[in-house]
Every structure is written in C-alpha cells, then in structure tokens.
C-alpha cells in the first residue's frame, strides 16, 4: 500500500514524463532546457563557465579576465537569491499547511517590500545579508570572505565587469568613469577557486549522496521543499 505522503502530484508527474519525451526526441546538437529541477542550474553554469575559461587561454588570462569576473559575480548573486526564493517558497508551503489544519504557524516568509528588492537589487552585500537573516545557520565565513574579495575590485560598481564606463552606486550624481582607468591585481585564479568552494557549500545538486554526508544549502531547502510538497498534495492543495 502505498503512503499518502510518497504519491507524487500530478502537476509534477506531468513535468517529469514531458522531460523524458523531450530527452528522447533530442537530436545530436541539441540539448533538453529547463524542466521540474530547472536544469541547467544558473549558478552552477556560471561557475563551471568561469573555470572552463580561466582554463581556456592560460597564456594570456587578461583577455578574458573581465568576463570570468563577471561569471564568478553572478554565480554568486544567483545562488544567494536561489537560496532566498527557495527559503520563502518553504515558508509559503509551511503556512498554508498550518492554516489548512488550523494551527499557529510560525513560518515567515518573506515581505513583498524584500522580494522587489532582491529582483531589483546586484549588491552582494546587500543579499548575503538578507540569507543570514533568515538561514544564519547556512551562512559560511568564506562566503563572507569571497564577497568581499568581489567587491574590493567593483569600487561600488556591480558593473565593473561588464562596461568599460560605470557610476559608483553611492554616487549616482557622479560621472561615469572608465571602468579599468586605474590598473590593478586581480587574484583570478584564487577568486575561482573561492566561487568553487562557495558554489558546492550553497548550490552544488548531487545525484548520489557525498561521502561527508554534507549536502548544499539549496538541496537541503530542496529536500525540505519535496517534504512539503506531498504535505500539500495529501491535503489537496497542491
């Protein structure tokens, strides 16, 4: 007999049999895009892609120092808001199972005002801030640390990486100015190796489990996420 909580939703049975016709009608040269774990994961493409060119052209890694940058960036703010989404889909889920078996919740997802800003906002600081509001036990120092390491190099500007001209955010009246007038170090292959680090702390999805037992920070919400899920179902919410 099979328990109430391990049926899977229809709505998610339909998802997963849509992928699988798609993986088998994908011809060579073509490639399978999203489905129910939206594969590929941004964060960890980014990452890989930062690695896979720094590894690329090791004679002369200036030429794409710019753009690793910027992978390595994004790799970061995406994991950080895919940890805050997750969180508050969690705390969504939880508050609808307690109102529906009338109960006192003590979720707390997050306000509308936060949402807007983390879709609004590209300060790191700002985002690794709301996470250890909410999931301080998930925070590492290291992340801390490489935030700071990406940020020593914007000057205040998220798009350091991406113009050749930016504006310090906390001078918006200021001229825009040449991103790389002023030359500097840039530690690249110390900073990849940090966002490795960091990405398999906060966003790393595993088919197997890993030896240590250690799973990432988005695959534990995820797990809790699945729990949920067939909460909801078993009561018709889903």
Same mark, same amino acid.
């Given at each position: 007999?099979?328990?109430?909580?391990?049926?899977? *939703?229809?709505?998610?049975?339909? #998802?997963?049999?849509? !992928? @699988?016709?798609?993986?088998?009608?994908?011809?060579?040269?073509?490639?399978?895009?999203?489905?129910?774990?939206?594969? *590929?994961? #941004?964060?960890?493409?980014?990452?890989?892609?930062?690695?896979?060119?720094?590894?690329?052209?090791?004679?002369?890694? %200036?030429?794409?120092?710019?753009?690793?940058?910027?992978?390595?960036?994004?790799?970061? !703010? #995406?994991?950080?808001?895919?940890?805050?989404?997750?969180? %508050?889909?969690?705390?969504?889920?939880?508050?609808?199972?307690?109102?529906?078996?009338?109960?006192?919740?003590?979720? /707390?997802? =997050?306000?509308?005002? $936060? +949402? +807007? !800003?983390?879709?609004?906002? %590209?300060? #790191? $600081?700002?985002?690794?801030?709301?996470?250890?509001?909410?999931?301080?036990?998930?925070?590492?120092?290291?992340? /801390?640390?490489l935030v700071q390491h990406i940020e020593s190099h914007e000057k205040g500007a998220p798009e350091w990486s991406r113009y050749?001209?930016?504006?310090? $955010?906390?001078?918006?009246?200021?001229?825009?100015?040449?991103?790389? +007038?002023?030359?500097?170090?840039?530690?690249?292959? @110390?900073?990849?190796?940090?966002?490795?680090?960091?990405?398999?702390? @906060?966003?790393?999805?595993?088919?197997? *489990?890993? /030896?240590?037992?250690?799973?990432? @920070?988005?695959?534990?919400?995820?797990?809790?996420?699945?729990?949920?899920?067939? %909460?909801?179902?078993? +009561?018709? =919410?889903?």
């Open positions: 007999m099979t328990d109430e909580y391990d049926a899977t *939703p229809p709505s998610i049975q339909s #998802l997963l049999t849509k !992928e @699988a016709d798609l993986l088998q009608k994908a011809r060579p040269g073509e490639v399978v895009l999203g489905g129910i774990f939206l594969q *590929p994961h #941004l964060s960890i493409g980014y990452a890989c892609a930062a690695r896979h060119l720094l590894s690329a052209d090791a004679k002369k890694p %200036h030429t794409f120092l710019p753009p690793i940058f910027y992978l390595v960036r994004h790799a970061v !703010e #995406l994991a950080l808001k895919d940890l805050l989404i997750a969180y %508050h889909q969690n705390e969504i889920d939880q508050q609808r199972i307690d109102e529906y078996d009338g109960v006192p919740t003590n979720a /707390k997802p =997050l306000s509308e005002t $936060r +949402r +807007r !800003e983390i879709a609004r906002t %590209h300060d #790191l $600081r700002r985002i690794l801030e709301w996470v250890f509001e909410v999931m301080p036990a998930y925070v590492q120092p290291n992340w /801390k640390l050749e001209t930016v504006r310090d $955010r906390k001078n918006k009246s200021g001229p825009m100015v040449p991103s790389y +007038r002023v030359p500097q170090i840039v530690a690249i292959e @110390a900073l990849v190796g940090e966002l490795d680090l960091f990405i398999q702390q @906060a966003a790393e999805i595993t088919s197997e *489990p890993q /030896k240590d037992g250690d799973i990432s @920070a988005l695959e534990e919400l995820g797990l809790v996420a699945q729990h949920l899920a067939q %909460h909801l179902y078993s +009561r018709g =919410l889903l």
